[in-house]
């Protein structure tokens, strides 16, 4: 299952490359205009992590997740604290989380917590494959892939 689950998150960051390459350098990352709703697959859906890279899992307190709105407001958890802010999506699966703050609360694996935020600050990409979602960095690398919650 690891390694079917690596291939998966390998041959999902194949596709996004020749996405990326067939699309104009010129489209930017839009939010949510005042008065506009983000929309979308990934919109209105709780994600939990499920790989950090592409072959990591990560055992923590609390399964980190977390759940973009119409409005662009972004809610969750590392796995230890919570946390908010806004993201941003625009055209070729690009999207920005900015804004990010969260509870400062101690935990046993606050190195796993910072990996799973750091993923969401340098998250550039991202690609849906049924219910998963695969974010990659602004080099093209996967930074992690999370699984749609039922």
């Known amino acids: 299952m690891k ?3 690596r291939n998966t998150l390998i041959g999902l960051g194949v596709a996004l490359l020749v996405s990326a390459c067939s699309s104009a350098p010129q489209q930017e990352r839009q939010g949510a ?3 506009t709703a983000l929309s979308g697959q990934i919109v209105e859906q709780r994600w939990n ?3 950090v890279g592409t ?3 990560l055992s923590m307190p609390e ?3 977390f759940r973009i709105e119409r409005d662009g407001k972004v809610s969750g958890s590392d796995g230890c604290n919570r946390f908010t802010g806004k993201v941003s999506l625009g055209g070729s699966q690009r999207i920005e989380f900015s804004q990010l703050a969260s509870t ?3 935990c046993p694996q606050l190195a796993d917590a910072k990996r799973v935020t750091d993923m969401l600050d340098t998250a550039y990409r991202y690609l849906i ?3 998963r979602l695969v974010f990659f960095g602004p080099d093209s690398r996967v930074l992690g892939g999370w699984r749609e919650a039922n």
């Open 104 to 106: 400062r609360m101690a």
């Open 33 to 35: 205009p005042q008065g």
């Open 3 to 5: 390694g079917q689950t």
């Open 55 to 57: 072959d990591e899992r």
């Open 49 to 51: 992590l499920l790989l």
């Open 129 to 131: 494959d049924h219910d």
């Open 63 to 65: 399964t980190p997740f």
